[in-house]
């Protein structure tokens, strides 16, 4: 009988330390409120849509210990353009860093999917990213029976950037439009 309560307070000491703090990655209007935090393409207008883009959310203690968690999703296409798709399947993202209950920091970070399947190749690779401000959320999962994962409350909206050699491109335009008109 010692041994299995032993047993059973080991199990339970070693689910304990697994604990994660969870968040729901969406940016609807119902888990951020107002009208949703849509991401945008570089004219700041057109929303990302469909495949061609992937967003991905990062999370840790701090804005210093920032890492990916869960796999990045496409985007809605048609009217749900510029949120990610989260049909079939679980939006909810578990923190590995951040305990049941404590506070997070979350960004979520967007890229063109030509790029490849991380933000940070399609960063090294030219192709045209953006990210979030900041924000910071209590996580869920805290709790018996544990809480549902926390939304995104705060999230705001954000526009992809060019790639670096469009600002040089543009930089030279620039340069070649003011020489003209000095002769």
Wanted: glycine letters at 16%; hydrophobic letters at 45%; charged letters at 10%.
């Amino acid at each position: 009988m010692k041994r299995l309560l032993a047993g059973i307070a080991c199990l339970a000491l070693c689910v304990g330390a697994y604990a994660q703090g969870t968040v729901n990655f969406s940016n609807t209007p119902s888990t951020v409120g107002g009208s949703g935090a849509p991401v945008f393409d570089i004219d700041g207008t057109t929303a990302l849509e469909g495949t061609a883009y992937l967003a991905q959310l990062y999370g840790g203690v701090d804005a210093g210990s920032l890492q990916p968690w869960g796999d990045a999703l496409g985007f809605r296409t048609g009217a749900g353009a510029g949120f990610f798709n989260t049909t079939g399947v679980d939006s909810s993202r578990a923190i590995g860093t951040v305990a049941p209950g404590a506070v997070a920091t979350i960004v979520v970070k967007a890229w063109e999917a030509a790029g490849g399947t991380s933000f940070e190749a399609a960063q090294a690779g030219g192709f045209k990213y953006g990210e979030s401000a900041p924000i910071t959320v209590t996580t869920g999962g805290a709790g018996s029976p544990p809480s549902l994962p926390a939304n995104l409350v705060g999230l705001t909206s954000f526009s992809l950037v060019p790639e670096p050699s469009t600002y040089a491109l543009l930089a030279l335009g620039a340069a070649a439009m003011f020489l003209r008109r000095r002769k």
